[in-house]
């Protein structure tokens, strides 16, 4: 959740206002389910949710001085309770009595008083000291110590006749809110989420983002249409047949004579403008094979050339030797100089040294692995553990996977068995140990 609303914070300061629904997607969950517990009626926590976050879309430029913006979501959360909480109390109030049977681990909270509730939500979910409640709601330190310490005591009365599969949540408060949590958490928000965001933005002063235009892609085919005004057809006046004249059928051979001769002197001349091309080609690849030879002349040249002063520098070196030589020769007896063993002759300490094994690499250990029960409806399974990665699948309640891991981490990786084994990443608090 912090690197959503770190995220978000930055989308803010850019003038982005999709910021704004970052933060409520990264926080509507885990304040729905705390409201829940602490307000016992869905639609009284999501009226306090409304509230909540049209009141923390307007003070967001405070987050940017807070060290860790988890707790400071939280104490902006539970101040927001204590401004409420006497309304609150008049509308918890006015609710009928339980009417008995057994109680949902999320309905067992229900049984306390609210200030006791929101006290117990504070310390077991989300570590609140007594002196950072007391400094929320007012009360003596010792005063919330004692009323906590009432709360553990209570406990084994109001778990009394709960079924045998919830006997590993009623061993401590903080046990008893996780598994109420999984639940609520495993219902979802998706259905009135986006329509409590835009009253919670519009109460803010936070205009809707137009719904983006959905692309024309269908190809439309205009044909063409002659505009052209047409005028009205006249009558032909009746044509009277004339005796065929002799003269005529000549002229029409002489002109079907001219059409010919036109054509072979259209011919004539593309001939010629054929051969005029041709030319122009010919001169052009003339000039081009003339450059490769003179190039190539000139690179020949030039290897000549270097190959001479190659010669003479080597003479000049040999020369040079026998010089050498001569004066090493002239020294006497005593200067005789050892034979320096040649490159290709190995000492006897290179062939003895024999060649050093390079350690096995070790086979990374496999991670641990346990069976757990999915306990919510239609989770996705991302391809990372953030809620921006892609959905690679679903899993149900009820389905069995492998938990590749720690399973205590908010997201864990798991292998999905019954679906071919595909593996991904989901958080912790939809996932229950198997039985």
Known sequence: MILEMKSALEDLKRGERQGYRKIFDAACSEVYCRSLLILQKEERAKGFMKEFFSELFVTLDQAEDAGDLERWLWQRYYQKLRKQYHVLLAEQEKDAPYAGGVRTLAEIPGALPLLHRIMLVMSCMDQFTAGEISAVFGLGEDKVNEELQKLQKVLPSLTKGQPENREAYLGSWQTLLLGASRKILGMGT????????????????????PAPKKEDSFEYFVADVDLSEVKPKKKQAPVVAEPEDEDEDDDDIYDED?????????????????????????VILGIVLALVIVALVGFGAMKLLNRGDDGEQTQTEQEEEGDASLIIKGDGPDDTEEEEPSAGEETPEEEESPAEEEPE???????????????????????????????????????????????????????????????????????????
């Open 258 to 282: 001219d059409e010919d001769e036109d054509e072979e002197d259209y011919e004539d001349d593309r001939y010629d403008w054929d051969l005029e091309d041709d030319g122009r080609k010919m």
């Open 190 to 209: 998706a259905v009135w989420a986006d329509q409590l965001y835009k009253e919670a933005a519009a109460a803010a002063g936070i205009p809707a983002e």
């Open 361 to 435: 690499e070790e086979a990374p250990a496999e991670p641990e692995t346990m069976i757990m029960v999915v306990n919510g409806s239609s989770i996705n399974v991302r391809s990372e553990s953030n809620t921006d990665s892609s959905v690679l699948t679903q899993v149900n309640e009820g389905e069995t996977v492998e938990v590749l891991g720690d399973p205590s981490q908010e997201w864990v990786q798991i292998r999905c068995i019954d679906q071919n084994d595909e593996e991904g990443y989901v958080k912790s608090q939809y996932l229950s140990a198997a039985e």
